[in-house]
Nanobody
């Protein structure tokens, strides 16, 4: 079992930055691929970024490439999502998700564990 807790959300003006954190416990963190998804009311959960458990491979959806950076520290059991140059369309609830030995897939169904989410609101 894995417990995930997100933090760092909030309200920011367009062009600003936020850093989200995802703290994990309960299972060997180094064997987990950790992903970030986001969701707005009435829409499906959307893949944002992921950091693979092996090889230091990162994945990003096209809309955040060059603006968001995902990083991890296995010693701290934490993954971060640094979000720069934020846009109003980035407004959503952001979730971290974990998949043991995951491949960095964009499909939410491939992730077994989820956090409770943190709200990010970008004002124009």
């Amino acid at each position: 079992q894995v417990q995930l807790v997100e933090s760092g959300g909030g309200l920011v003006q367009a062009g600003g930055s936020l850093r989200l954190s995802c703290a994990a416990s309960g299972r060997t963190f180094s064997k987990l691929t950790i992903a970030w998804f986001r969701q707005v009311p009435g829409k499906e959960r959307e893949f944002v970024a992921a950091f693979s458990w092996s090889g230091g491979i990162t994945y990003y959806t096209d809309s955040v490439k060059g603006r968001f950076i995902v990083s991890r520290d296995n010693a701290k059991n934490t993954v971060w999502l640094q979000m720069n140059s934020l846009k109003p369309e980035d407004t959503a609830v952001y979730y971290c998700a974990a998949a043991p030995y995951g491949s960095g897939t964009y499909n939410p169904s491939d992730y077994s564990y989820w956090g409770q989410g943190t709200q990010v609101t970008v004002s124009s």
